[in-house]
């Protein structure tokens, strides 16, 4: 039973462009909300979070949003760089522990 | 700051043998979690420890795995003995405090562990 979901595998984007990644839990209990990425070889690097009090947070090129009603949130990046291919974990947390989604593999073309 | 520091970042062993894993956790970080990762799929916890005690370890295989924060600072992961399934990332983060809802937790780089 997956508390936290990140439906697609993989997301290729053109350079310049606009990367969304999606994720989608299903505890009511999770009130905080954080995104990683993680580079080959590296564990995983905070990027950006959210409280649930609020509906969206910016920090430079990276916003999150949060749905709360649909369970939902998203992680957009513009503009899109190739450095910015790697891995992005979704993380929910209830104040406690943590529970990761499985992670989406975004590719930045040139 | 220095970060999460785990030692050794690979380890190759054979089946059966026994194998630990280190983690120093950021100062001050009185939470520290260990997890584990499988290729393809997102960090799964292993442990919590909140200072010296184990307050969450429902997902530790206690069979053949053992972890310990001594002095509630640094902490060691152990499995004995280790089978080919054991194969994956072990990856150990800290946060300042549990409890704190906004507190971030930050990872280690990881011990890819291969099980021969």
């Known amino acids: 039973d997956q508390q936290v979901k990140q439906n697609s595998p993989s997301l290729s984007v053109q350079e310049g462009r606009i990367s969304i990644l999606n994720c989608d839990y299903t505890?009511?209990?999770?009130?905080?909300f954080l995104w990683y990425k993680k580079y080959p070889a590296e564990g995983p690097t905070f990027l950006i979070s959210?409280?649930?009090?609020?509906d969206k947070n910016e920090d430079g090129r990276f916003t999150v949003f949060l749905n709360k009603s649909a369970k939902h949130l998203s992680l957009h990046i513009v503009p899109s760089q190739p450095g910015d291919s790697a891995v992005y974990f979704c993380a929910a947390s209830d104040g406690q522990n943590f529970v990761f989604g499985p992670g989406t593999r975004l590719s930045v073309l040139p | 700051e220095a970060g999460v520091v785990q030692s050794p970042r690979y380890k190759i062993i054979e089946k059966k043998q026994p194998v630990a894993f280190w983690c120093n956790p950021i100062?001050?970080?009185?939470?520290l979690y260990w997890y584990l990762q499988n290729l393809g799929q997102g960090p799964e916890l292993l442990i919590r420890y909140e200072n010296e005690e184990a307050v969450d370890d429902s997902q530790l295989p206690k069979d053949r795995f053992s972890a310990e924060r001594l002095k509630g600072v640094d902490s060691t992961l152990k499995i004995q003995p280790a089978e080919l399934g054991d194969s994956a990332v072990y990856l150990c983060?800290?946060?300042?405090?549990?409890?704190?809802?906004?507190?971030?937790?930050?990872f280690g780089p990881g011990t890819r562990l291969t099980v021969l």
């Open positions: 983060a800290s946060r300042r405090l549990a409890g704190e809802s906004t507190d971030t937790q930050y």
């Open positions: 959210i409280s649930s009090i609020k």
């Open positions: 100062s001050g970080h009185n939470t």
């Open positions: 505890n009511s209990m999770f009130d905080y």
